[in-house]
Each structure stands twice: as C-alpha cells, then as structure tokens.
C-alpha cells in the first residue's frame, strides 16, 4: 500500500489539550496585528510619497530618500517577526495512522501520535454537505470529520476535520479516508458513516465537540 498523506484543519488529541494550545495561539495573536498596523502604516507613507512626487513638491526628494530605509525596516521586520501557525498532517500506511500537530512559532504545541492498525477499535465518517462553491463547475465545498476510537493509552477517541473534496488532492481528506475505511473492513473494525449538519465551518464543528462531551 502507497503511503497516503493529507492535509487537515484540526486535529483533537484531547479536548483540554484543544483548549490550551487554542490559548496559547489566540495570545501570540498580538504580535500579528501588530504587524498589519505597521503594513498599514508603510502603505500610508508610500502613498504619501507617490503624492509628493506626483505634484512635484519642494520636499519630494527627501521623502523618496527617507522611504527607502522605511522599506529596508519593513521587509526585515516581515522576515523576523513571522506569524505563529499551526498545520494538521495525516498519513495512511500499512501500519496505521500517523497524526501530526505541527506549531511555528508556539512553543509546547506540537505533537505527533501513531496509531497502529491493531489499536483502531471503531472508526466514524461523518460528512458534513456544503453549499459554497469554490470552483465554476465544482461541487459544494464540504467537510469530512473522521472520530478514532483507539485503545492508545489517554487517548481514547481522536477527532479529525478537514475538507471533503471530490478529486484527489493533499487538502482533501476523503481519498484517505476511503482508503482508512477499506483497511478498517479488512480488519474487522467498525465503520460508520452518517451525515452531519450541512454548511460547517471548522470552528462550528469543533463548538460542537465541546458540546457533546458535556
């Protein structure tokens, strides 16, 4: 079996786990903004030199001057101060499941768990239809949730959402996940499929996990 790989927009290990590197990256969120006020305020000096040019005055060689350590600064600034993120990885071989959190910029926020074939106990799909279409002639953007019932040890049900799109891509989940549910079979492991409510964003489907475990 070919080594599938995807790429996912949220991973759940663990609801409390959810919830601190949630925190951690909404208060590394600051510096960011910072960045887009500074952005903001480069594009008011470039238009007020291409004014001073324009209407040729008196002082519109040393704003010309004075824009190009100004543009030095920010391109620095751009390269030095890169915005914290994080990236969900899933790979699909023989063996199992490899799950990765990946964070830049977010110490303590990574992970990456293995799962072994034998460790899968019962697998959900659960689709959620969309109703946006990215592309002319494409089909209705919508979202794959895959629930992992495992016996890995304080892991005992891991949470994956991603889209669901109709051709094979790293961004869509569904190749992966029909080739997960085939080897489940195969095993012997339970598999589900069901339909969730239409129309969801990433952030409403992982509300709902919250709600559902209370």
């Known amino acids: 079996m070919v080594q599938l790989k995807a790429r996912a927009e949220w991973i759940s290990f663990e609801l409390a786990d959810d919830a601190r590197v949630d925190a951690v990256w909404r208060a590394r969120l600051a510096p960011v903004r910072s960045r887009v006020l500074l952005s903001g305020g480069l594009v008011l000096i470039l238009l007020m ?11 519109a060689g040393t704003a010309v001057l004075l824009c190009v350590p100004v543009m030095a600064a920010w391109i620095v600034l751009l390269f030095a101060w890169p915005a914290p993120g994080l990236a969900f990885h899933v790979a699909l071989d023989r063996r199992g499941l490899l799950l990765q959190r990946q964070a830049r910029r977010l110490p303590g926020c990574g992970r990456s768990v293995r799962i072994e074939a034998s460790e899968l106990l019962r697998l959900e799909l659960i689709r959620h239809p969309g109703a946006q279409r990215v592309y002319k002639g494409s089909g209705p953007l919508a979202r794959l949730e895959l629930r992992l019932v495992t016996s890995v040890p304080g892991l005992p049900l891991i949470r994956v959402v991603g889209m669901d799109l109709q051709w094979a891509q790293r961004w869509s989940l569904q190749q992966l996940a029909q080739a997960l549910a085939a080897q489940c079979a195969q095993a012997g492991v339970p598999v589900e ?7 969801q964003r990433p952030e409403q489907i992982r509300a709902a996990w919250l709600v559902n475990s209370k």
């Open 49 to 59: 030199v291409v004014q001073a040019v324009w209407r040729d005055v008196s002082y």
């Open 193 to 199: 499929h069901r339909y969730g409510a239409p129309d």
